[in-house]
């Protein structure tokens, strides 16, 4: 069964940079599209990026385009998103999935990793 598991997470000033990252097991991630969206209390689930198979194409939320950047190493069954210039409205819980893109999350999704930008 593949399962999906966030770390990273944690306390950034505005400004700042974070990476989190997504661990596969049960699976192998190569055999996904790979993405991340974020949920911030009170609002609705929100794509943020994903990365195709083979990392050839990359998919961003308009809100992160150009300040996030998503990787992946599938000989490590990982993806990464990497955030600069962050936020307060960053703030959020993010969740990796797997078999997703934009408004179509995949099937298995791991349980987040909060993010706080505040100063």
């Known amino acids: 069964q593949v399962q999906l598991v966030e770390s990273g997470g944690g306390w950034v000033q505005p400004g700042g940079s974070l990476r989190v990252s997504c661990v596969m097991s049960?699976?192998?991630?190569?055999?996904?599209?790979m993405a991340w969206f974020r949920q911030a209390p009170g609002k609705e689930r929100e794509f943020v990026a994903a990365?195709?198979?083979?990392?050839?194409?990359?998919g961003y939320g308009k809100s992160v385009k150009d300040r996030f950047t998503i990787s992946r190493d599938n000989d490590k069954n990982a993806v990464y998103l990497q955030m600069n210039t962050l936020k307060p409205e960053d703030t959020a819980v993010y969740y990796c999935?797997?078999?997703?893109?934009?408004?179509?999350?995949?099937?298995?999704w791991g349980r987040g990793t909060q993010v706080f930008v505040s100063s």
């Open positions: 999935n797997a078999g997703g893109w934009s408004t179509n999350p995949g099937p298995y």
């Open positions: 049960g699976g192998a991630s190569n055999s996904y599209t």
């Open positions: 990365v195709s198979r083979t990392a050839v194409t990359t």
